[in-house]
């Protein structure tokens, strides 16, 4: 994970495990410490993947380890997702080409997602992979995909170009592959103008049922 903060205000958190992105047990830790600084020393968070790939999710070498060690990424994967959306500042994501499982969970859970056009594909893979979802996992899924959109997205594990990915919510805007980072920025600069102190309090308030269900489920 690469952390840098950018013009005083912006938080840069960097996936970096692989190149595929995986999110592993330290991964998702140094993704939780990076969002704890960010809170002490700027007014946005910006989460990047890498040119070609966002994230592929979990981290498949982990889970064929066995349930014990599984468990204990999974369980610190769902406590990361839970950090992102309670996070009170804006937390904008950068898919700069493929996005898978965890990875589309990161993109959920922040409030602005810019993708980049090509062949890529953003896809829920649970189901195809013979994975449950968690309830952390079904309330971010069913509030931010279009509901038409919930069998086919969530529960048939269809792959959606980033084009129709924005259509149903998985992502906000495409632009070209080379533009994601700079229009993620620029989106977080924007966002960055508002007042910090009430984007916070609307933010938590129109998420506060979901938040309170999904901390219930983690006994948080």
Do not use: W
Request: aromatic residues 6%; hydrophobic residues 45%.
């Amino acid at each position: 994970m690469k952390y840098e903060l950018i013009d005083g205000e912006i938080a840069k958190i960097t996936l970096d495990n692989g190149k595929a992105n995986a999110i592993s047990f330290d991964a998702a830790t140094e993704l939780m410490d990076a969002l704890d600084k960010a809170k002490e020393e700027a007014k946005a968070v910006l989460i990047c993947g890498s040119p070609g790939i966002f994230s592929a999710g979990f981290d498949l070498k982990v889970i064929a380890q066995g349930m014990d060690v599984a468990q204990k990424m999974l369980g610190q994967g769902m406590l990361m997702t839970e950090k992102i959306y309670s996070h009170p500042q804006p937390v904008i994501t950068a898919c700069e080409g493929h996005s898978v499982g965890m990875g589309v969970f990161i993109m959920l859970a922040a409030d602005y997602r810019v993708g980049a056009k090509g062949e890529f594909a953003i896809r829920l893979p649970e189901t195809a992979i013979n994975m449950y979802f968690t309830k952390i996992l079904k309330v971010i899924a069913k509030t931010h995909i279009d509901p038409t959109h919930h069998a086919r997205a969530i529960v048939q594990s269809r792959p959606y170009s980033p084009e129709q990915a924005a259509e149903v919510g998985m992502l906000d805007e495409v632009v070209d592959a080379d533009k994601v980072v700079e229009q993620a920025l620029a989106r977080a600069k924007e966002l960055c103008e508002l007042p910090s102190k009430q984007y916070a309090t609307n933010k938590l308030y129109m998420r506060e049922d979901e938040i309170k269900e999904i901390r219930e489920s983690l006994g948080l």
